[in-house]
Each structure stands twice: as C-alpha cells, then as structure tokens.
T-cell receptor, first 114, second 118 residues
Framework: QKEVEQNSGPLSVPEGAIASLNCTYSDRGSQSFFWYRQYSGKSPELIMSIYSNGDKEDGRFTAQLNKASQYVSLLIRDSQPSDSATYLCAVRPAGGTSYGKLTFGQGTILTVHP | GAVVSQHPSWVICKSGTSVKIECRSLDFQATTMFWYRQFPKQSLMLMATSNEGSKATYEQGVEKDKFLINHASLTLSTLTVTSAHPEDSSFYIC??????????????FGPGTRLTVL
C-alpha cells in the first residue's frame, strides 16, 4: 500500500463546475496535510494546508480533512481553464527528525474544458 | 515570502560526466534542505535530506555515492550527479522548510532543474 494515494485521473470537468480531488494516507499519526498545484515543467506551488479535522476554505478552494478515515480532499469551485494542472497531495509524516519532510501522492491531472 | 533558487534551470550532459546542481535559500537560512526527483508523469520522490554541517540522509534505494550532497553553508546545498547516465535524466527539485516557529509547516520549493543525459 502506498503511503499517500490519490484517486486516479485524469479528471475532466467543464468550466464553472466543482472539481473534487481525493487523497488517502496510511500513517495514522500524520499531522500536516498539503495540496500543491504543479504545472507542466514547473515545481509545485502550495494551494492549501490543513491540520485539523473539518473544512478549510480559501477563495475557490476548500480542503477537507478526516483523520479518522485518513482522508483529505480538495474541492475547487467555479473551475477555470487556468486550474488545469496536476494536483499533488502531500503529507508530513509523524515523528522523525527532519521537519518539513513530505511524502507526496502520485498526483491527479485535472483538465478544465471551456 | 521566502524564496529558493536553483541553478542551472536545465542542463544537458554526456553520459559518464558529472553534473552539479545548486540550491540556494535567498532570504532565509536553511539548516535543512530536501532534494526530490520527478520522472515524467510521476510524483515527487524524496531522494535525500541535506543537513548543514553534517552528512546528508538518503532515502532507501538512493545511491549516496552517485548523488553527492553538500550543505556547506546555511543558504546553499548542492547535488552532484556523478557519472550520469540516461536513466538519471529527470527533473530535480530542492526545497527548504521556513525558519523559526513555522519550520514544521510546508516547504518552499525551488524552480527545479531539468537534467538530460545523452
């Protein structure tokens, strides 16, 4: 079982729709969860971070965390063509000596078509 | 916000040669930096953790003698790919956690270095 697993893509949604991206993780002690967006040929950029159960909203983006189910999701409302990218779920493992060390999921390719 | 730079942004080299990639934190000190590798259509895989003033910590399966990491100052870490081969062609990305109380927060990523080995 992969440590961080994302729903297989690619995901295609029409402009203006809600895009839903999902991620599960295996380390029950994980405390920090992140969603990154990566355009082709570029490095990842942080979209959302979430640390507590529940929802966290930032503009058109909403991250949801359920630690009991070891599940984190990202909703993108009013999707735009510029949102077309690969979305990476990242989890910071519990414990360890390297602060900031992240484990990434395999990514979900999102395409928003006009 | 904090900025991390990488140099070069892309490099093409012949098989058997060595290539050095630099990662710099521009406006903050980074005692720890991370090196990732990303093959086409795959996710980021952590290669090693670079520690200022001490040896790097390599992830399982990463050859430490092939991927030499030096973190000689608080703002610079280097990754040297020794005796590069075509299978080493990849996108190499470094990152650093923010300093101070937010060091358990996420990481600042460099723009990446595209390595092509002919």
């Amino acid at each position: 079982q992969k440590e961080v697993e994302q729903n297989s893509g690619p995901l295609s949604v029409p402009e203006g729709a809600i895009a839903s991206l999902n991620c599960t993780y295996s380390d029950r002690g994980s405390q920090s969860f992140f969603w990154y967006r990566q355009y082709s040929g570029k490095s990842p950029e942080l979209i959302m971070s979430i640390y507590s159960n529940g929802d966290k909203e930032d503009g058109r983006f909403t991250a949801q965390l359920n630690k009991a189910s070891q599940y984190v999701s990202l909703l993108i409302r009013d999707s735009q063509p510029s949102d077309s990218a690969t979305y990476l779920c990242a989890v910071r493992p519990a414990g360890g000596t390297s602060y900031g060390k992240l484990t990434f999921g395999q990514g979900t390719i999102l395409t928003v078509h006009p | 916000g904090a900025v991390v730079s990488q140099h070069p942004s892309w490099v093409i080299c012949k098989s058997g040669t060595s290539v050095k990639i630099e990662c710099r934190s521009l406006d903050f000190q980074a005692t720890t930096m991370f090196w990732y590798r990303q093959f086409p259509k795959q996710s980021l895989m952590l290669m090693a953790t670079s520690n200022e003033g001490s040896k790097a910590t390599y992830e399982q399966g990463v050859e430490k003698d092939k991927f030499l990491i030096n973190h000689a100052s608080l703002t610079l870490s280097t990754l040297t790919v020794t005796s590069a081969h075509p299978e080493d062609s990849s996108f190499y990305i470094c990152s650093a956690p923010p300093p101070g109380p937010r060091r358990t927060d996420t990481q600042y990523f460099g723009p990446g270095t595209r390595l092509t080995v002919l």
